[in-house]
C-alpha cells in the first residue's frame, strides 16, 4: 500500500496572522465548526489520528473525554464500543476499528494505520538493550500461549507482576509488552482498563498487515496526518504529534504535501496542511473542559503560543508544588482558554475544588461547561470550592444554580 497522493487545492495564503493560525488549528482539531456528530466516536478518532490513554479518571479517562469535548454528552459505554468493537461482515474475522501502540504516547489509532507504525516496530527490534532481561524461552512461550488459547490479558498469561514493587514484571507481561512493541502481538481492545493481546497475524487485517512500507513512506505519512490534525504546526508541533524526531521529520515534509507557511508572532518557521487553508475558519466554537491529555493542548509550548496559556499537568507533581491541582481541565470558550478546574466526584456530586477563570465573561461558560460535565457522568449537584479571584466566586455559584435548579 503505497501512501495515497496529496489532494490539490486552490491557491492558499502563506502568511497568517496569529488568530488566523489559532481558528485553523481550533477547526482541525473539532472545535470549530458543526462536528461530524454521525461519525461519532470513531469519526473523532479518524480525524485526530490519535487519542491518547492514561490511566486517571477523575471525570472519566482522557480517552473518552476527548469525543465528549467535541462532540458533548455522548454516552460512555457508547465511546467505548466505538474504540473497540469490531464489525464482522460474515465471511471474515472481526475486523477491529483501531489498536493501541506508541504514538505520542500510548494511544488508540486507527487501525488503516497499522502499516505506518512500521518504522517503529523494526526500531523497536533493533535496540540495542532493554531495560528487561527476558530469556528467549519467555517470548516463544507467550506467542505459544495466545496461538492456542487466543486473545488474553496478562493476567490470563499468567500475571503481570512479580509480587513486588508495581514495575517487577513478571517475564510473561515483559514478553507480551515486548511482542507488542515489535509488532508480533497486538492489542484491540482493553477489557475493565486491561490490555488484550492477540496474535497480529490473527487480528489485523490481512490486506493491512501485508502492506510493507519503508520507513520514508511511514513517516512520510505520519508528518501528514499530524499536520492535518493540527491544521498549522512548527517542525516541533508536528514532529511531536507522534513523537516523531526532527531529521525524522526534516527527511520527508518536503513531500509531505504540507504547506510552509509563516506565522505572526511565531519565530520559527511553520506548515500547514493545504486543506485547512483552502477556506476560512468559520461556525460556532465548542465551550468545554479539555482532558490535560487533549491533542489540542498536549504541547505545552505549542498551547502557550497559540493561546497565550499556560498549562501543566500536575497529577505527577507533589501536592505541595501544585498551582492548580491534580488534574486541571482547561476551559474552552469562544476559540480561547479562559479558565480551568480541578474537578472531583463525591457520590452524586461534581466537586470543583479549584478554579480560576480570566475574568468575569468566563463565568457563564465555566458554569455552562461544568454543570454539562456534572451530568454525563451521572452528577446530580456542582459544588464549587476555591474560585481565584475569590470575587467571582458568588457570580459562578449563582451560574451554577441557575443552570442545576439546585
Given amino acids: 500500500m503505497s501512501v495515497p497522493p496529496p489532494k490539490v487545492f486552490p491557491m492558499a495564503p502563506t502568511e497568517l496572522s496569529a488568530d488566523e493560525a489559532r481558528r485553523i488549528a481550533l477547526r482541525a482539531q473539532g472545535f470549530l465548526g458543526a462536528p461530524d456528530r454521525r461519525g461519532g466516536a470513531r469519526g473523532v478518532l479518524r480525524h485526530l489520528g490519535a487519542v491518547q490513554l492514561d490511566t486517571i479518571s477523575v471525570l472519566a479517562r482522557s480517552h473518552e473525554l476527548i469525543p465528549y469535548a467535541r462532540l458533548g454528552p455522548l454516552g460512555r459505554r457508547t465511546v467505548e464500543d466505538a474504540y473497540w468493537t469490531g464489525v464482522s461482515d460474515g465471511a471474515s474475522p472481526t475486523r477491529p476499528h483501531s489498536f493501541e501502540y506508541w504514538s505520542h504516547a500510548a494511544c488508540i489509532l486507527p487501525v488503516e494505520e497499522w502499516p505506518h507504525f512500521a518504522f ?105 496526518l499530524a499536520g492535518d490534525a493540527l491544521g498549522v504546526g512548527t517542525r516541533s508541533d508536528i514532529a511531536d504529534y507522534h513523537r516523531l524526531k526532527a531529521e525524522q521529520f526534516d527527511a520527508v515534509v518536503a513531500d509531505s504535501g504540507l504547506v510552509p507557511v509563516t506565522v505572526q508572532g511565531w519565530d520559527k518557521p511553520a506548515w500547514a496542511s493545504p486543506e485547512a487553508l483552502a477556506t476560512t475558519p468559520r461556525g460556532r466554537h465548542r465551550t468545554t473542559l479539555l482532558s490535560p491529555f487533549d491533542s489540542l493542548i498536549w504541547e505545552r509550548p505549542r498551547t502557550e503560543r497559540i493561546f497565550g496559556f499556560t498549562h501543566r499537568l500536575e497529577a505527577y507533581v507533589p501536592r505541595p508544588k501544585r498551582i492548580h491541582g491534580y488534574f486541571a481541565m482547561p476551559l474552552l470558550a469562544g476559540g480561547h482558554l479562559v479558565g480551568r478546574v480541578d474537578p472531583a466526584r463525591e457520590g452524586t456530586t461534581l466537586v470543583a475544588r479549584q478554579l480560576s477563570l480570566k475574568n468575569a465573561k468566563a463565568v457563564t461558560p465555566m458554569a455552562a461547561a461544568l454543570t454539562e460535565a456534572a451530568s454525563w457522568v451521572g452528577c446530580t449537584q456542582v459544588r464549587v470550592e476555591r474560585v481565584d479571584p475569590p470575587e467571582l466566586r458568588a457570580p459562578l455559584e449563582a451560574a451554577v444554580s441557575s443552570l442545576t435548579g439546585v
Avoid at 532481561?133 to 495466545?146: E, F, G, H
Avoid at 509480587?163 to 507481561?173: C, H, Q
Fill in 120 to 224: 517503529r516496530r523494526r526500531a523497536y527490534r533493533d535496540r540495542p538493550q532493554w531495560h528487561h532481561d527476558l530469556p528467549q524461552s519467555a517470548y516463544d512461550q507467550v506467542i505459544k500461549q495466545l496461538r492456542a488459547e487466543g486473545p488474553l490479558t496478562a493476567t490470563e498469561l499468567g500475571g503481570a507482576k512479580n509480587g513486588g514493587e508495581w514495575w517487577d514484571w513478571s517475564d510473561s507481561k515483559i514478553a507480551v509488552e515486548r511482542a507488542l512493541m515489535y509488532g508480533d502481538v497486538v492489542c484491540t481492545e482493553r477489557r475493565s482498563w486491561k490490555r488484550v493481546y492477540d496474535l497480529a497475524e490473527r487480528a489485523i487485517p490481512t490486506d493491512l498487515l501485508d502492506t510493507d512500507l519503508d520507513d520514508a513512506e511511514c513517516l512520510r505519512r505520519l508528518v501528514r
